[in-house]
């Protein structure tokens, strides 16, 4: 079996009054579970702060990742695509 070709990770908007509010799961500081996202053609070690789950079932991670275009560390939410993401431990 063949891995899916990578993609960039794609940017999820942000919510609105005219959307439902989205389920969001938090993690306590010390407890955050850790991604590679995929942005710009490179994959990105970060840090999940939440994970929003929409009422038509999509879902989107929101994470601190180092991105070459900011100094230091950035929040951004995108939408999961297991083409874009992979698990990592720490």
Known sequence: MTEPESVDAKEAPSWTEEQPWPRIRTWPPAEL?????RVDGR???CWVVARHT?????V????DID???YDGRV???????P??????TG
């Open 75 to 81: 929040n951004r939410l995108y939408w999961w695509d």
């Open 33 to 37: 579970p850790a991604l590679y996202v």
């Open 60 to 63: 989107a991670y929101q994470v």
């Open 67 to 69: 991105l070459p275009e």
């Open 83 to 88: 083409r874009a993401m992979r698990a990592t």
């Open 43 to 45: 994959w990105r070690h």
């Open 54 to 58: 929409y009422a038509d079932g999509r």
